[in-house]
């Protein structure tokens, strides 16, 4: 009610702003919001269990990006990112048992690089994509070390990431309007 401009462009927090669902096992959903919370419901939707800590993540940083493994039912990847707070760090973390504990991979991505978007391999488990603030970045043993991809592509914040099964390309959009295909 006290919102500066009512039903025009202001939002209450508590916003879902990234939402996937496991491509192995039907009804295992995750949520991030804007707030900083994930929610998971292993059933479709019928209940749902509340994960609010990350480990180094200070709490109510921005659930950016989530990214259910293509490769194992129980692992997911969650980018958080705390920009609105004046926080620029990285912050990645990995969770091998459907959210219950979590370990932090962001390995030595560069600090003020906030992370957007995450991308695990369909055939490599340890082949990791990371989209930045001031690029993209790639990890050959899961997250633990990180290095910049660039391929000719400019200095750009990347905010979305996918592999694209069928020719195994890294596809990439910045926020900007780029668009680009790594084979």
């Not at 995750?30 to 479709?44: I, K, N, S």
């Not at 560069?110 to 082949?127: C, E, I, K, M, Y």
Request: charged share 20%.
């Amino acid at each position: 009610p006290d919102a500066v401009a009512l039903h025009e462009s202001s939002t209450a927090l508590s916003n879902v702003v990234s939402l996937d669902e496991s491509p192995l096992r039907e009804g295992l959903i995750y949520a991030g919001t804007d707030d900083g919370l994930l929610q998971v419901t292993e059933d479709g939707g019928a209940s749902w269990r509340r994960i609010e800590d990350f480990p180094g993540v200070p709490k109510w940083t921005y659930v950016s990006d989530v990214f259910t493994s293509p490769r194992d039912a129980d692992t997911v990847f969650v980018a958080l990112n705390n920009w609105q707070r004046g926080d620029y760090s990285p912050y990645l973390v990995r969770s091998t048992d459907r959210g219950r504990t979590w370990t932090a991979i962001a390995g030595d991505l560069p600090a003020r690089h906030d992370v957007w978007a995450v991308v695990q391999d369909h055939l490599n488990g340890s082949l990791l994509f990371a989209g930045t603030e001031f690029g993209l970045f790639v990890s050959f043993d899961g997250g633990s070390a990180w290095r910049p991809l660039r391929g000719g592509m400019p200095v750009a914040q990347v905010r979305d990431l996918a592999v694209h099964r069928g020719e195994h390309d890294l596809v990439a959009a910045t926020f900007g309007r780029g668009f680009f295909v790594l084979d």
